[in-house]
C-alpha cells in the first residue's frame, strides 16, 4: 500500500520540531575557545557556550581521496565528546568528488565545497544522506577504519553522501584499546545514533550536503532501529542518555541541533515489542498445535491467550484503513478467537495483493528458489565484505552471493504452470483462488496462509525468551543482569493465569517472579525495563508523545517492505506501523508492500533492493527553491 497523511488523533503527534529549524545556518568553523563568548539562546532565557562542542568540528584538512572511485573520505570521525566505545562511536563520510575542491597537503587533501558542482540531480546545499544499519540482529556496528569503495559508486553518482555510522549493540562490551567496559543495549544503539545525526548537523556549513535530509536504512533490527530514530525526533526520553555521551546539542552559533530523520527505509523491520509475542502468536501461533504450541502445554495455553490479547490491544489501538476511512477492529468468532473484522480482513487484502502481484509478473515454468539472508551488507565497511566472501567461498556447491548480502541457493522447486503452483499451496485445503481475467486472488482466511507459507519458526514466546535465551532478553538486559524478561503482556499472563498454567505440562512457578521481577530492573541511568520498552517502541512513542503534549519529530518519508515467506518478523507488526505513520500529519508519504515468496532478506517485487533504495532517495527529495545554507546567507 501507497499512503498519505491523514490525521488520526490517537495516534498523531501534537507537531513536528521542524527540521529547517534545526539545520540552519549550523556549523563548527575555526574560532579558538578563547575567540568566544558564550552567547543567549534565541529564547534569551538561558546562555549556551558556543565553543563547548568545537572538538566535534571536521578538520577541512583532513580529507582523503579515491580518484578512481572520484570520492573524498574521512575515516573514525568521533561524534560525541564522551563516547563509551570509541571503536563504535565514531563515523565515516564519503562525499561525491564533484562537491569539494581539494589540494593535496601532505597525506591529506585540504577541501573547500565547490558551489556550482551538480551530481545527478543534486548540489553541495542540495545533496542528502544515506546512513545504514548493518545490523538485522542488534549486533553492534563499527566505523570502518580503513577505507573500501566496494558499493558506493550507486550512491555517488547519484550525488548522495554516504555516511557510515559505527554504534553499540545488544550487550555491553570491553573497548579492545583501553580494555574498559561499555553499556550496550536498548537505548544505547538509538542514542548512538542519534548523536552521530547531530555531529553531521554541528557540521553542515562545512558539509557539502543538506544535512536536514538524513535516510536511515536497514534490514531486520536494522529497520527498526531507523523506524524508532524516525519517531523520536527531540524526544524527551532520550536526552539523559544523549547527555551521558555529551552528544551536540548547539551549534558553533548557539543553535539548538535536532535528531530528526528525513527518512526511513526498512526490510522485514520489527514491529511493536510491546505487542511482540502476543502478535506472534496471533499471526500464526494461534494455528500451530505443535511443539511448545501443543494444547497439553502451559506455552499452548499461553500461545492462545496471548492471540487474545492481541486481539484487545489491536482494538485499543484504533488503526484506520487507509482508503475506507474507517477504524480497523478484531471481532470474535464462533470458538472466540478474535479472528474476524475488518482489521482482520485488512490483512488478508494485503496478502491477496501481494500474490496478485506475484502472478501478474511470474511467467511459468516457475522455480522457487527459497534464499537466506546470511548477512546485511550496505557499502561502507571492508571488513563486511570480506566476511560474506569468506562465508561464500567455505560454503557447499550451488550458493551464491546476490546483491548486497550474502544468501544461500536451497534446492529448486519447478512449477511448470501456474494451476500446479496453486495445486501445491492448497494441498492442505482450498484457501487461494486466482482469477486469469481480472488478475485478482481471493485469499479466504489466515489458516491456510499461515500453514502453506509462514509455519511459526519461533517458540513461545517468540522474543521474550521463556528461558531468557533471545536476542531482545540481551537487547533489555542490564550492566549487571545481560538477558532480562521485557514483555509486559506476557508478565500479566503468567501471573493471573497461574493456577490455570500450573495444571498443565512444563509449567515452572519461578517464571511468575522472573517477569515481574526483571521489568522492574534498571540500567545504569536508573531507567527500569518497562521505560527502556517503551522508548524502543514505535507506536508506543507516537501514543507517548501525544499524550504528553510533545513536539516529536517524525520522519516524511517512509519505505518499508516485508517478505510473506518468512516466520522472524509478525507481518502485522510492520503493517500496523505503515498504518499508524500513514495517520501522521507529519509523515508526507509511506510506502509498504508485502512481497510474495520472499523470505527474511531485502524483499522487493522487482528489482534491486539498493538500485530501488537509491531511486527512492532522489524521489523524497525535489530541489528546493533555496537551500538551508542559502536562507542561512
Known sequence: M?????????????????????ANGQ???????????????TSGESKVDTSEFEDLAIDMDAWNYDEIADCYYQLALPYCLKPGSEQHESLAIFVPGAYLTGTKKGQHYSCTVNEEAKVGSFTPATAPIAMPINSPSCSAQECP?????????????????????????????YESSTQGYFSGGAPWLVADLKAAVR?????????????????IFGLGAGGAIGSLLGVSGGAASYEPYLAELKAATHDAQGEALSDEIYG????????????????????MGQYSSEETRAQDTWTGLLSRDLAEAYGRYVNDLALEDDEEWSTLQLDRIE?????????????????????????????????????????????????????????????EAGEEQRGV?????????????????????????????????????DVTGLWGFVGACRRPTRAVCAYDAVDRSGIANQLFGTDEQPSLHFDAMVAKLVESEAQRYGAAQGWDESVVAAWRGDLVETDVLDKTVSERVEMSDPLALLKAATADGQAVGVAPHWRLRTGLFQAETTLVGEMNLALALAAHRAVE???????????????????DAEGNLVEWIVKCCPNPKKSAKEDAS
Open 27 to 41: 556549523g563548527a568553523q575555526d574560532p579558538k575557545p578563547s575567540d568566544k563568548e558564550p552567547t543567549e539562546e
Open 335 to 395: 470458538d472466540g478467537s478474535y479472528a474476524g473484522g475488518s482489521y482482520y480482513d485488512y490483512l488478508v487484502k494485503v496478502i491477496g495483493k501481494a500474490a496478485s502481484e506475484f502472478f501478474k509478473h511470474t511467467e511459468f515454468p516457475y522455480a522457487a528458489v527459497p534464499l537466506t539472508t546470511r548477512q546485511t551488507l550496505f557499502p561502507g565497511d571492508p571488513s563486511l565484505r570480506a566476511t560474506v566472501a569468506a562465508q561464500t567461498e567455505s560454503t
Open 405 to 441: 548480502a550474502g544468501v544461500r541457493r536451497i534446492e529448486a522447486t519447478v512449477y511448470d504452470t501456474l494451476e500446479s503452483y496453486i495445486a501445491t499451496l492448497n494441498e492442505g485445503g482450498r484457501w487461494l483462488t486466482y482469477n486469469a481475467n481480472t488478475g485478482q486472488v
Open 199 to 215: 555531529f553531521l548537523r554541528y557540521n553542515a556549513a562545512a558539509l557539502p550536503c543538506d544535512t536536514k535530509r538524513v535516510f
Open 145 to 173: 577504519t580503513s577505507y573500501s569503495s566496494e558499493g558506493l559508486a550507486r550512491y555517488l553518482n547519484e550525488g548522495i553522501v554516504y555516511v557510515y555510522a559505527g554504534f553499540r549493540g545488544r550487550s555491553g562490551g
Open 264 to 283: 526511513v527505509a526498512g526490510w522485514c523491520t520489527m514491529g511493536s515489542f510491546e505487542s511482540s509475542d502476543a502478535a506472534y502468536e496471533w499471526m
Open 589 to 607: 508519504d509511506v510506502s509498504f508492500e508485502a512481497v510474495w515468496e520472499a523470505g527474511f532478506g531485502l524483499s522487493e517485487r522487482q528489482g
Open 2 to 22: 501507497n499512503m498519505t497523511r491523514r490525521s488520526l488523533i490517537s495516534l498523531a503527534a501534537v507537531g513536528s520540531a521542524g527540521l529547517a529549524a534545526c
